[in-house]
């Protein structure tokens, strides 16, 4: 069974940074895409960064340029550096691990709370 465990949430005023690591355990295979999702009150959750093990990166268009996604094999750990956080990325944030190709299962975080002042 795959679990996965966040840290680095908390609350930052605008302009400011914090930086998100979710590590795996268990098997995750070589062949994976780690990431993070985002759901702020009333809203549906979005996609905010993914990585696979091999690729290219991708991101939502509201934190391209702010925002890095990456990882450390070597660990199963994946992280999200935020930069210039603004009042609208307030939300739990939530990483994800897809494992396998056919069947493709996700397993997800428990979640944690970036609260960004204005």
């Known amino acids: 069974q795959v679990q996965l465990v966040e840290s680095g949430g908390g609350l930052v005023q605008a302009g400011g940074s914090l930086r998100l690591s979710c590590a795996a355990s268990?098997?995750?295979?070589?062949?994976?895409?780690m990431g993070w999702y985002r759901q702020a009150p009333e809203t549906q959750r979005e996609l905010v960064a993914s990585?696979?093990?091999?690729?290219?990166?991708n991101y939502a268009d509201s934190v391209k340029g702010r925002f890095t996604v990456s990882r450390d094999n070597a660990k199963n750990t994946v992280y999200l550096q935020m930069n210039s956080l603004k009042p609208e990325d307030t939300a739990v944030y939530y990483c994800?691990?897809?494992?396998?190709?056919?069947?493709?299962?996700?397993?997800w975080g428990q979640g944690t709370q970036v609260t960004v002042s204005s």
């Open positions: 990585i696979p093990s091999r690729g290219l990166t």
């Open positions: 268990g098997s995750i295979g070589s062949l994976n895409i």
């Open positions: 994800y691990v897809d494992v396998g190709i056919f069947p493709r299962t996700r397993y």
